[in-house]
T-cell receptor, first 113, second 113 residues
Framework: DAKTTQPPSMDCAEGRAANLPCNHSTISGNEYVYWYRQIHSQGPQYIIHGLKNNETNEMASLIITEDRKSSTLILPHATLRDTAVYYCIVRLLFPGSARQLTFGSGTQLTVLP | SQTIHQWPATLVQPVGSPLSLECTVEGTSNPNLYWYRQAAGRGLQLLFYSVGIGQISSEVPQNLSASRPQDRQFILSSKKLLLSDSGFYLC????????????FGPGTRLLVL
């Protein structure tokens, strides 16, 4: 799985959009971009994933650049409950297989009132 | 929808005592199941995974064991706990085919004294 680089911390005002960047310049054509988050003392929570196209779900939007070397997770209206460590992961998919999920150091997002 | 449960939520055990942590998944059949450990301030370490009843793969040799007595039940055990077994234990599941997204339970925080 390709390496990712994220800023260690970010702040965001409550109600504003939070834009979390991730660099993955060595990504290969078959690797997906995954985002998870972990709120303090809780289990990691899956947010979204994508391959090439931008993706949106009820939690967030994922914007992947055309060359796929970077991506941005967007939380459109951040709330205090979105304060967490956000992990960007690049991963080959082997459907049906069971493989370790490896988190880097992630970005600590703090939503400020 | 799928739900994953873990219990207990927290546990304090003396060194040398036995351990049994339970994980159950609802709303899916034949899931891949995983046990991870997350030490304080560190990443995830995959301990065991299972692709079916009675099928356990160990990733890290240690004094822990895992069992899968039923399709949606995964148990982590130890006969004698060590101080180094303290940590945050996470159970996760993924679909047996198709997307490889892993979904985590709430975790069990274990403190060995």
């Amino acid at each position: 799985d390709a390496k990712t680089t994220q800023p260690p911390s970010m702040d965001c005002a409550e109600g504003r959009a939070a834009n979390l960047p991730c660099n993955h310049s060595t990504i290969s054509g078959n690797e997906y971009v995954y985002w998870y988050r972990q709120i303090h003392s809780q289990g990691p929570q899956y947010i979204i994933h994508g391959l090439k196209n931008n993706e949106t779900n009820e939690m967030a939007s994922l914007i992947i650049t055309e060359d796929r070397k970077s991506s941005t997770l967007i939380l459109p209206h951040a709330t205090l409950r979105d304060t967490a460590v956000y992990y960007c992961i690049v991963r080959l998919l082997f459907p049906g297989s069971a493989r370790q999920l490896t988190f880097g150091s992630g970005t600590q997002l703090t939503v400020l009132p | 929808s799928q739900t994953i449960h873990q219990w207990p939520a927290t546990l304090v055990q003396p060194v040398g005592s036995p351990l049994s942590l339970e994980c159950t998944v609802e709303g899916t059949s034949n899931p891949n199941l995983y046990w991870y450990r997350q030490a304080a301030g560190r990443g995830l370490q995959l301990l065991f995974y299972s692709v079916g009843i009675g099928q356990i793969s160990s990733e890290v040799p240690q004094n822990l064991s895992a069992s899968r007595p039923q399709d949606r039940q995964f148990i982590l055990s130890s006969k004698k706990l060590l101080l180094s077994d303290s940590g945050f234990y996470l159970c996760a599941w993924s679909a047996p085919s198709g997307a490889e997204t892993q979904y985590f339970g709430p975790g069990t925080r274990l403190l060995v004294l």
